[in-house]
């Protein structure tokens, strides 16, 4: 009260004399935050973020830090519909918009007759009886010719249907549906197989490990990092090629393959590293990392975390990805081995074709595939009758924290270092005070 009091006669003195009628307030000297509370009172009380309405970078960052949830479309979009009127997509008030739903709806239904038709001239083809083998081989030949045409005529069916382009690129689309396996592979090869392929050639991955490779599984590798203060570990993501460092590579990654047929399948995938040093040679070796089979992967079931894997799927267990001081960076290169199919379908049948297990006990037992010097992959691949789908890459190189990798798990040679070799140059090359002496 005393404070009060005070402070009264000074808030008088500050007054305009034309302003007198305006009752300025008197604020205590307190030292209470009611305004800050106030504020935190209303921070608390706005809603949460709409991943369909977040228009700008930073809102992007907050959504994703406090709510754990991706931005769903375009940044373009998402600012259109924060501005729009909500009204659903095919109820859109455009004229051109709806006759041009109406022309797609009737070539969809026509499809959709297509469709019916092949069916029952598969069935009639499949319940024909033929006794001559030669017959019997035109007839299975036809039946899978009509059979790839049936699959041409679901996907052409829902191509133009724009609520499926709009669900796929919002990234509800269900992997199940053959529509979105051709629209997911199509924009996986109009760039990011580009760039993986652009990164291969360069590093020489290929002819250096396998003689060639032809993707047709996406690939998307990641880490899991250090703990933060609020104990949650962030994933980090690789891109091809990448430097990772030795304490994030220190523990199995995580491995997305997206197949883009349907079905599941088994798969092997093997981690190769081309860039072992052989000082007695002046020569590199090969060095297996890790070596898995039997490990089924689904287009809707893509995620393999290598560190979760059972142990008889194992033949080789994850070893830290290390270069040694001195020395350039090492490739380690990332192989997905699909596995042989487990006998034959019939010509018309839809179903997907199983894989053969592999018999990991005689891989472990046999000296080539569960030795990791001087593992050859060629030789793996010709005695599995595995088939390479996929690859990744990244690259590890000394720093601070290789050291105590290597020692935690046991490798020696963490305190060698190599050096380049002097090389004398030739008399005439020499300094002239040099040159004779």
């Excluded at 700008?56 to 959504?63: D, F, G, I, Q, S």
């Excluded at 194992?314 to 001081?325: E, H, N, T």
């Excluded at 996929?390 to 270092?417: P, Y």
């Excluded at 140059?425 to 005070?433: Q, S, V």
């Amino acid at each position: 009260m005393a404070l009060e009091r005070s402070a009264r006669p000074l808030a008088q003195s500050l007054r305009c004399t034309r302003h007198e009628r305006i009752a300025l307030p008197i604020r205590s000297f307190t030292s209470s935050t009611a305004r800050q509370e106030t504020e935190t009172q209303q921070q608390s009380t706005k809603p949460p973020l709409d991943p369909f309405t977040v228009a700008t970078p930073r809102l992007e960052r907050k959504l994703l830090r406090e709510q754990k949830k991706i931005p769903i479309g375009s940044r373009r979009r998402r600012a259109a519909m924060l501005t729009s009127p909500n009204i659903p997509f095919v109820e859109l008030p455009y004229q051109c918009f709806q006759e041009a739903r109406k022309y797609l709806q009737e070539d969809r239904t026509q499809k959709l007759e297509e469709i019916r038709v092949q069916r029952e001239r598969i069935e009639r083809l499949a319940d024909k009886v033929v006794v001559d083998p030669s017959e019997q081989q035109k007839k299975n030949h036809r039946l899978r010719s009509m059979r790839q045409y049936l699959e041409e005529l679901k996907i052409l069916a829902d191509i133009n249907d724009p609520m499926i382009k709009k669900k796929f690129e919002d990234g509800q689309g269900d992997m199940n549906k053959p529509i979105y396996r051709h629209l997911a592979d199509k924009k996986w090869r109009s760039h990011k197989r580009l760039l993986l392929m652009q990164r291969i050639e360069q590093m020489h991955v290929t002819p250096d490990v396998l003689a060639k490779v032809d993707p047709i599984v996406e690939t998307t590798l990641s880490f899991t990092g250090p703990s933060r203060a609020d104990r949650h570990r962030v994933a980090r993501m690789v891109q091809h090629g990448d430097i990772v460092d030795s304490r994030v590579s220190e523990k199995a990654p995580t491995l997305r393959i997206q197949p883009f047929q349907k079905g599941e399948k088994l798969y092997t995938i093997a981690v190769i590293n081309p860039d072992v040093p052989n000082v007695a040679a002046d020569a590199f070796d090969t060095r297996c990392h890790f070596l898995a089979c039997n490990i089924p992967v689904s287009p809707t079931k893509p995620y393999v975390q290598l560190g979760r894997l059972n142990k008889e799927q194992i033949v080789l267990p994850w070893l830290p990805a290390f270069s040694q001081k001195g020395l350039p960076y090492q490739r380690m290169s990332i192989w997905i081995l699909e596995q042989p199919p487990q006998g034959e379908l019939p010509a018309g049948s839809n179903d997907a074709l199983p894989s053969k297990p592999l018999d990991v006990k005689a891989l472990q037992e046999n000296e080539k595939s569960s030795t990791r010097e001087n593992f050859n992959l060629r030789g793996f691949v010709g005695h599995t009758k595995t088939t390479p789908v996929g690859v990744d890459l990244f690259r590890t190189v000394w720093d601070e924290g290789t050291a105590g990798v290597m020692r935690r798990a046991g490798i020696i040679g963490g305190d060698v270092e190599f050096k380049n070799k002097r090389i004398e140059p030739l008399p005439y090359k020499r300094l002239k005070e040099n040159r004779y002496r």
